[in-house]
């Protein structure tokens, strides 16, 4: 059973910056795409970045020149620096393989006061 465990999340102040890790167990991670999802309150989830199993990555113009996705196949772990923060980059934050697993992690919540 694959397992997606987000984490680094918390309350920042606009302008700041954190980094958010998912590391996935029960998959042959290096094989997979994976990317970075979130869900503001009252709003669909949305597509943030994905990177491929070989490193190519795409950002959502919303985030690009803000947010960059990384992986460490060595840790089974995607990553998402996040700098330049803004109030409206406050959701719950996923990471999932790209086409998604059906099961989501719990994801973590970032927020962003101005």
């Known amino acids: 059973q694959v397992q997606l465990v987000e984490s680094g999340g918390g309350l920042v102040q606009a302008g700041g910056s954190l980094r958010l890790s998912c590391v996935v167990s029960?998959?042959?991670?290096?094989?997979?795409?994976m990317g970075w999802y979130r869900q503001a309150p009252g709003k669909q989830r949305e597509f943030i970045a994905r990177i491929s199993s070989s490193g190519f990555r795409i950002h959502d113009a919303s985030v690009k020149g803000r947010f960059t996705i990384s992986r460490d196949n060595a840790v089974n772990t995607v990553y998402l620096q996040m700098s330049s923060l803004k109030p409206e980059d406050t959701a719950v934050y996923y990471c999932?393989?790209?086409?998604?697993?059906?099961?989501w992690g719990q994801g973590t919540q970032v927020t962003v006061s101005s």
């Open positions: 029960g998959s042959t991670f290096s094989t997979l795409d």
């Open positions: 999932n393989r790209i086409p998604n697993f059906v099961n």
